[in-house]
Each structure stands twice: as C-alpha cells, then as structure tokens.
C-alpha cells in the first residue's frame, strides 16, 4: 500500500467522533445496512455514514469507538408516553381501562401530581427510555414546564404537550388555564435544541368540541404538533356515537382538526372510513400495541393504515399501564400483536417495525427532516448495541435480530443531538442513585394513600 | 440485646450459603413473599426459605450473599423448546408455519443437523437460557445423548427428549431405530442428577397411529414423560378432522394416550370437549405464546385449560420460530396476548403467569416434589434479580413488576441444583468467546447453503 499523498486535493474534514467496524443500519431511503460499516459525527450532526474504509479516508475524527460485534441504529423514536406516570408502575394492573383510569389512576393522581414528583417521574422515564435506546419521545402530561427543564439537563430530545381536559387538571383548575400554560411555555421553550412544545387534548370524550378546536387552533398558529387519544377503547368508540352519531375519527373529522400535524394515540376501534380519512389526512398514528393488549382494548389495524399510507410510529404509552417505556419490547409486540390478531404472519414483518420505530415515529412528530434515520446532515441521534450476547447469534436478517431477537438492555451507548448521554451501559448525564432515594420515599406515599382509598394492587 | 446464649439447646444448622435481605418470591403452595427474606442452601438442597432474622439465628453459612435491592425467585421452567435450533435464529421469519416448516427449516435441518452443530447449539441455547433465569427446560429433539453430556457439563437441568417421527430422521433412518436409541438414552442416563430422559412423538400429523402408541408405552413402562405437538396449526386441526373423523385431541384420546406423563406443546386448536379432556386425564400444556403469535396460528385457550384443571406451563419453542429463548420475555406475551385475543384484561393476571412459568412448569414435567417453587426439601434451582434498574422502580405488587417490567438481563445469578452456573451476569461453567468462533462458522456455512438452495431470509 503506498503512503497517502498529504497533497491531497481532497483534504480530510474534522468530525468529533467517528464510530468504525460496525454493522450500521441506517434505515434510510434505500434501507441501507452497512458490513464494517462507519458514521461521523460533527457537533449535533451526521457528517458521514459509510463504510469504515470511506470514512475513514474523509474524516479525521478527535475520538474513535470501536463497533467490532457492535450495531449501529438511528435512535428509536417513542411517539406516545406520559414519562412523570413512571411513579404509577404497576399501580394497578390486570383491570379494564375505566375502572383502571376512573377507579385508581385519577384518584392518586390528584394526589401525587405536582412539580416534585413530575420531576422525579420524567427523570426516572428518561433514565429507563435512554438506557433502552430511546432517543426522542412525545408526551403528554400536565407541569410541563417542569418536564421540560428535566429533558433539557439529561440531554434527551422530547416533545412535550400540555394537556387540555374539560375537568379541572392538577396545575390548572379551567381549560383556559391550561391554554395560558400552553401559551407560555411556546413561547419560554422557542428554538430550544432539544425541547419542541406541543399541544394535547385528552380526548374526544374528555374534551369539549370547541376546546378541541381552540386547542387544534393554536396548535397550527405555532406550527406544533397536536396530540389526541383516539378510539382507544369500545367504550369511547360507542359514547361518541351515542352522542355524536358519528365514529370518534369522523366526529373528529366533523371537528376539521385531521391533519398532518396530528398526532392521534391508540385508533384501535376505527373503521373502514375511518382508516381511509385517517390515511388521507396524513394524521400520525402512535401505536402502543402492550398498552392496547394489557387493558383489554384490542388492536389498532395498523397495516391497513399503512396499505392506506398512514404515517405509523408506535409508543410505549405510561408505566402505569405497560408497564415499561422499553421499545425493544414494543417493537417485539407490534410485531406479535397483528399477527395473532390477523392470523397471518407476514403482517408487520421486522423491518416494517424497525421503521415505524424510527422513521414511522419522525414522520408522525413532522421531525422527520431530522431525526428517524443515519442520513448526512440529520441530528446526530444514534445508538449502539452490543451483540456479544447469546440471544444475538447467529443472525440471518438484521431486522428479525433487532425485533424478535434484541432487548432494550442490549443497548451499549446512546448519543443525542452529537452529545454521548449512555456509554457502557451507564448513564452520563443522570444521577440515579439519588433518584432512587427520591423515587422510593415517593412510592411509599402512594402506597400509604391507596391504602387509605382502599385501591392497592392486591391479585 | 442480650448475647446469644452458646449453649442453646437448638445448635446452628450448617449451611453452604446464605442469600439475605432478599425479597424472596417463593411460588410456594401460600404464594409467600419475604420481605428482608432468605434463603439457605446446603448441598444441591434448600434448606430454609425465611426471613434473614431467623434463618440467621437457625444456620451457620459458608458464604452469605447480600441480596439488598435483589429479588429471589424459583429458577424458571421452559416447558417447550429444541435448543440445538439456536444456531438457525433469525432464519426465516415472517412467513406461515408450514411454508417456514418445509420449505426452510426441514431442508436446512436435513443438511446441518449433526453431533456437532447439536453440541454447539445446546451450548448456545443453555447460555441464553441460563442468563435470562432458567434453571430446567424440556427438549424434543435429535442426537440427545450429544445433549444431555452438554447438559451435565453446564450443570443445568433438563428433560431431553429423542424425537420419533415416520420419516427418517437426522439420526435415525427408520422410527423403529429411533425408538432404540430412546432406550439407551434411557439406560444411560438413569438416576443422573440433572439429565431427565424422556420421549418424544412429532406429532399426531407426522407419526402414525401405532407408532404414536409404541412411543408412549416405552414412556409408560420406565415412567418418563411423553412428549408431543398438538393442535399448533389450523391446518393440523382440519387435516386430523379429514382422515380420522376427530380432533386432534379426540383422535390422541382414541389412542389412549392422554395421561398425566404427556407434555402436549401448543395445543392452540381446542374445541370445549378437547379442553375438557385435556383437563380431566390431567395433560401437562406446554403454552408457547409467541411462537404461536409470531406464526399465525393464534393463541391456547389457556385461561380455559387452567379453569378445567389442566397443568400449564410456558415454554419459548425453538430459536428459529421465536427468536428467543427468554422466559421473561415469553411470560410477558402469555399474559399480553390472552387479554388481547379475549378482549379481557383480567385474563392471565401477573401471578397466574409467574406460577405458570414456575409451579405450573414443573408439574408439567412431573417434577412439582423436586422443583418449582423455593420451598424447603426441593432442589435449589433459584435465580437472583437485580431490581437496581429505572425499568424496575418502584413496584406496588411484585408479580406485576416480574411479568410486566423485568426482563431476562436482571437476572444476575442463577444457581441449579445448588451450584452457582451464573453469577454477576457472568456464565461460570460455558466457555462462551470460544462458542461464538465455533456458531460464526457454522452460520457461514448455513447461510452459503441457504444461498444454495434459494431460501434466504430477505425480506
């Protein structure tokens, strides 16, 4: 091999990281999977995604990781939780959805909601979310102000929605309130590199027709995403028609707030029409398939919606009703979920779950221009998996290992936005021990308080 | 406190080790859980399962263990598997059973399937299974003296099962020779403190009538267990239905051979009168909900079984239609999938599932005096979970935090029968580096023939 010539009329261009011999699933346009495989990182940026050779030619990096046995992924993008719910795991299980949310949740939580514990609860989400390779997730909850601070410190990348309901909720007793809290925090939030704010409205049966649309409105003056559960139980499904005379999607269709900057949570119960109206609109679907089989509601008919061009991500929703934010272990459902429900078993094959999991999640939260995949010039969010573990050899189909085979624990190391959050398997920018001292005196005030409601989780 | 009196008329009770401070989940007949509990182990037996207090003052321990923030649980049982498939993981996926039986397993099977990938693939699955907190699995499969000396070298537990079928098989050319290498399986591996053996038929679709009978009185005359499928596929059902006027259960049943010794896996196609007699000659289930999601073929009516009495059990099946081996994993989807293909969330509550993948396992095997739960007299087969993670905080009912938020990589020590084979996540009896140069060239030469034979997994 002759010596480089230094007099290269391509010079080599700087890059922070570089990330060589590693299998790089890029999930791409092209679907490209690269053997001995390399990405360059500058700042929060992809400069370079290719073979270790070509790269290495490029670039000349400050640091080099080794990805031998290594699996380099676009971070997984989590289109649907409630991270301060963290608190509730397991609060209440193996109970249908209302008595589940009217019966234990809302009760403890008109308790436990406020900004202490939303802290403590998203930073708890935050640390399990990263450590399973969660790089980006869209939430709804209430203090989201206090939420957003969590999100900034720990570096993650989130979307972050104040939540509008009819009832009084836990940080504004009038929906007018909360709208005032939405307002403020788009404005205090603007431009951040990490925090883009959004807007929810619980849901249709929880939200008056004009506030969905006040909600909606402002929504699309500020260009923001707008989050709704839709159609997640039969229940809702016939209280809307009862009342409406239309599906949930078509009254919300009659609403005109079906767009692309929708983000609709669950649409189990849809039909025909409604898929296609959906499909249409380019609404976002998040998909929680362990929330949806856990509570008994079924399944969304997520390759329909796709058939209809849907945008799909999928979502762990809470851990109070999942009980994990664990995308791996989503992903896996997603892929289990339709095949039961159908009987059929090429539905929702592996890599159109790895999709949803990335690109399918960028494209429902309209970030799709910069996140979702290993593309040059996208934000630098990526994570890396060890795959020196018996459950990941062999492997004849890099997508079947990542969905059937792969675990949230896998996960090595976790970069967002060019910054290294998770190395080893060790949080670098949360201090979890503290948490857990935090989290436990917490736990055992809710556990005082069920008991005195009579609501403890006893099977 | 006052000093403890020597001369106590109650002397200490040695002990080979003491695992303190532990929740200690028992699985016992009361469904005990300890807090600040213990368990005492001496020789291959436990010897006291307490709380720390008073298994302190009653043993004199070799080697205590901290267990602060850990979980104890019995060891779990993998009703149903074919370890040596490991080395085919990921192999083909996404298509229907009988496509993914005939068109790729078999014909990759008849090429690959020697004592040497046999050893290999053993090794690899009881390293999996080892790590993600089994202590005893269920075999069918062919070369089983290959098998059971890696069983006895890991120091695992295991019922193996040579596999009879009409066709010739691996290593067999003819049932009647397979039927002999059963009986010296038999002879050789009697009274071995791990190596159960046991026998298998494929399956009432594969294996005619009088052998499926000669079969199970070998497994009569020695009392061992009798394994077969039943009732996987739609297509079994209609095909059993056509030629012999019966289910397949109801055609089992003409046979004579519903007994407490069978271990019928998946048993997915019931009809009431089939679950009936699946219950009442005292069948063990072998329930392998995500083999049976991820191929179409629906799920067992296993809430149904259980009603009627029948003993179940959770089993992975094979790497090549699961991907996994992972208990954890798999007790998740058998309480996920029931609740979504009933519409009911209260179906397969956590600790229904916790006590299927344990108890209900080893009654399943015949082995409930021995194994299965930490009960004092049984083998010690326990595992060790490490709750120290953001997935496992905080947890309000400790059935739910193990179906719902563990996973397999908590488990941080495994011991069987009273030997540590795991230990800080480490594998203490594999030599795992040299087994994946040894899998890398086995997968080489499978994937090369797969090109061959045109049946690579594309998608």
Redesign the interface.
Known sequence: MKPRDTDTPFPMTPADLLIENALVVTMDKDFRVIENGAVAVGGNRLLGVGTTRDLKEQFRPERCIDGRRKLVLPGLVNTHTHSPM??????A?????RE?LYDHIFPIEAIFTDPENVRAGTR?AI??ML??GTTTFNDMYYYVDEMARVVAQSGMRAVLNETIIDSPAPNSPTPAEGLAIANGLIENWNGHPLVTIGIGAHAPYSVAADLVRQTKALADRHHLPFNIHVAET?WEFEKILRQHGATPVQYLHGLDVLSPNMVAAHCVHLTEEDIGLLGTHGVGIAHNP?C????????APIPQLLKMGAKVGIGTDG?AS?????MF?EM??A???H????????VM???SVVEAATMGGARVLGMDGQIGSLTVGKKADLIVLDM????A?????I???IV??L????VDSVMVDGRMLVEGRKLLTLD?ERL?DK??R??RQ??KE?GKLGI????
Chains 1, 2 share one sequence.
């Open positions: 963290t608190i509730y795991r397991g609060f299980d193996d109970i249908p959805l589940w708890l640390a399990e450590l399973s039969r362990q949806n089989m856990k509570l008994g509601n079924g399944i851990a999942n009980n994990d934010l664990d272990d896996r459902s892929a289990l979920s095949k039961l429900s159908s009987g059929d078993p090429t094959d592996a890599r020196d573990k018996p459950h050899f062999p492997f004849y189909n997508y079947s290992l059937y085979s675990r949230g624990s896998d979890i857990y989290l436990g917490i736990a809710i556990k069920a403890v989780n006893h099977h």
